[in-house]
């Protein structure tokens, strides 16, 4: 049976991406080695990481002044360079949801965090408004897309201090100005590729700043200087990223992928909507476009249990809601076919056919 | 032609755990969906990692009290987060190369360190012996088998604080006494798999005893209680890591392994000590049996070149000399096969008939 993978990461990646990665694991453009056994330092694998980088900045249209980077060690490492390298004295969060907190506990270390607004209030289901980031805040950090509650920041923020944004879950899902943001960064492992690499576009003006020591690994400043390869980078999880970007390329680029995401989570928020049984968890104006989340009315709790059963019998992937909102999260990533959200609705109609 | 892949790192790996690494990039035991769009909270992949983990464990037969770990970032994030969970304000350094010279660079940022002895002195030809550790040094760094030099450290030794262990380029390659060591890490990208994720061996009773602060994903605590996923993990290059384990059981384990590495090197360095054209870098009692370095003698220093591209045109990948030591090294990591290294002594021979 077909299964239609609505994980929320590491997640569903194009299969023409999918398949290159197993043909270069076996052997990289008929060199008779394998992707894993080459040097990061070979001209293979510097074309590798060249076109990743190209693309990358093809796609989001990312301007002179900016570095594109390809780290190890995850967003969550991030948390931690991102004070490391530009929090003097101050820094400004939104507080959106788990990943916004642990980014928040990290900032802490390294002086005052002021938050400037949280949703947590209501258990974040909604993007806070109406805040004011103070003037003398060394930057300002958010979260776009909050996996666990299905709310997504799907515009580009002006705001008086460096921007900096965690955009873990929605890279490259609808097109960004990037000059709008002094930083940019995220695990690879939803919209770009495989678990194992994290980007970061940097604008470079922003470092250099601080006066602490940083060490080596986790200044920005190194892995500029080297183009990633200051040390050995993941070259797989780098191949995988420069597949996909080349797939979203194909597809006519973020924005043609912006189109299909609003189609696909229009189907699915739609029949939400209009169901009997279940509800969506986040306010409306602050929905997410890459995680919808929704769980069984009151009446109905009883049958979540049965309706996840039923879901798996029909091939559905993934769609355990977080426990911290519990229910049911489709991840409608990119990679992800209309087909597939076509099939989650028609599986929550029969389903309501028998129990609502 | 055949490739005989003697890079430095990343470097071969056993042919099944490349074929089943793209099997699993297809499609992962069957389950319709790859390795690289699966959750790393699933039960698929958790058996990936309990199983790498449970296969280190056996094959190096580690003691209870220690804990495995798989992270990202590589042993360079090491350098800084072995002092910033270890050192309160003193650390003892043993110098033997670039790599060693790297860490105790990150180290001084958070104490005093005492470079114990080098062998800077002769471009790092030799492993010092005969100094001595401070008895109050929280702990002491060295590392094992230095690349560039082609030198190594191939017994446990004897420590009176807290020994730390770079075993970057020659885990897995002979046994090892773990219980001497208070932690040993590396990068994958030689004998335990590909580039992307870093192992760690590290015995619990040594933790917690710095009062600094510690960002959580460079507190080895954070990894330890999530069992290596705080967050997500390097999938792909553990189950590659996974799969070279199998492998390296498959074949009797590391003492077998040793006793093939011991043979390589022995069939490789009594070449180059009969040869009239070539000559070892490394100090004969310090000599790796992971990388074999050599030059040609002065008199055929201006044939270097040319021997480079006749090695290559018999299938010789890899074997350029770092650019600190000059001349030719040949990795001659676990996967390497006997075969490989008898190509390179039939091509060296060749090579001399026709120019010594």
Redesign the interface.
């Known amino acids: 049976?077909?299964?239609h993978?609505f994980?929320?990461?590491?997640?569903?990646?194009p299969q023409v991406a999918?398949?290159n990665?197993?043909?270069a694991?076996?052997d990289l453009n008929g060199?008779?080695?394998?992707i894993?056994?080459?040097?990061?330092r070979s001209k293979d694998f510097q074309a590798v990481i060249d076109e990743a980088t190209a693309l990358f900045k093809e796609l989001l249209n990312i301007p002179e002044g900016y570095q594109v980077l390809f780290l190890?060690?995850?967003?969550?490492?991030q948390?931690?360079m991102v004070p490391?390298n530009l929090m003097s004295k101050k820094a400004a969060y939104l507080e959106t949801g788990v990943w916004a907190k642990?980014a928040i506990?990290?900032a802490k270390?390294f002086g005052e965090v002021n938050v400037v607004a949280s949703s947590a209030d209501k258990n974040f289901t909604y993007i806070p408004k109406g805040y004011t980031v103070p003037a003398d805040a060394d930057y300002f950090h958010i979260t776009t897309n909050n996996t666990i509650y299905g709310t997504e920041i799907r515009t580009d923020l002006d705001c008086n201090v460096p921007l900096i944004a965690d955009m873990s879950s929605d890279i490259l899902s609808r097109p960004v100005n990037v000059s709008k943001y002094a930083m940019i960064y995220g695990?690879a492992?939803k919209n770009l590729?495989?678990?194992?690499?994290t980007f970061v576009i940097v604008r470079e003006d922003i470092l250099g700043k601080v006066e602490r020591?940083i060490?080596?690994?986790?200044d920005y400043r190194t892995h500029i200087k080297e183009g990633s390869m200051?040390?050995?980078?993941?070259?797989?999880?780098i191949f995988?990223v420069k597949e996909t970007l080349k797939w979203i390329k194909s597809i006519g680029g973020v924005a043609a992928i912006e189109k299909m995401n609003i189609e696909k989570a229009n189907i699915l928020y739609n029949a939400i909507d209009n169901s009997k049984m279940f509800v969506g968890t986040a306010e409306k104006d602050s929905r997410s476009l890459m995680n919808i989340c929704f769980v069984m009315k009151e009446q109905y709790k009883d049958r979540e249990d049965a309706f996840m059963e039923f879901a798996k019998s029909r091939g559905m992937?993934?769609i355990k809601g977080h426990r911290s909102v519990g229910g049911f999260r489709a991840s409608t990533y990119n990679a992800l076919p209309k087909e597939s959200v076509e099939a989650l609705v028609a599986c929550m109609h029969d389903f309501e056919k028998e129990n609502a």
Chains 1, 2 share one sequence.
Not at 193 to 197: E, W
């Open positions: 049976m077909k299964k993978n994980n929320a990461g590491p997640s569903i990646l999918i398949e990665t197993a043909k694991v076996l060199i008779g080695m394998s894993l056994e080459i040097s990061h190890g060690g995850g967003a969550s490492l948390f931690c490391f642990k506990k990290e270390l695990g492992q590729g495989p678990a194992g690499v020591a060490p080596t690994m986790l200051f040390n050995t980078p993941p070259c797989l999880p995988t992937v993934g």
